[in-house]
């Protein structure tokens, strides 16, 4: 099993800025994306950021610009820094880790991003 435990996260004004970190734990071994994901109030889960192993990214167009994914591999640790945020972001953010040896992903328990208009 893999645990993710996140921090960061909270209430920002428009404009504003937060950061948001995962620690993954546990069988790391063949962890290889790491990244974030986000759920809005009556919204299916949507992707917002993918980084690999060998540091390969992939953003959701909507935050391509704003947000930047960024990766600690030998902390197997996740960070997603959000700039000019605005109120279409609030969601809550899951982390996600892909691990290639386990075959299956593994889910945080998901932080509240709320940004105010």
């Known amino acids: 099993q893999v645990q993710l435990v996140e921090s960061g996260g909270g209430l920002v004004q428009a404009g504003g800025s937060l950061a948001l970190s995962c620690a993954a734990s546990?069988?790391?071994?063949?962890?290889?994306?790491m990244g974030w994901y986000r759920q809005a109030p009556g919204k299916q889960r949507e992707l917002v950021a993918t980084?690999?192993?060998?540091?390969?990214?992939n953003y959701a167009d909507s935050v391509k610009g704003r947000f930047t994914i960024s990766r600690d591999n030998a902390k197997s640790t996740v960070y997603l820094q959000m700039n000019s945020l605005t109120p279409e972001d609030t969601a809550v953010y899951y982390c996600n880790a892909e691990n290639t040896y386990l075959r299956r992903d593994f889910w945080g328990q998901g932080t509240q991003v709320t940004v105010s208009s």
């Open positions: 546990g069988s790391i071994f063949g962890i290889n994306a």
């Open positions: 980084i690999t192993l060998t540091g390969r990214i």
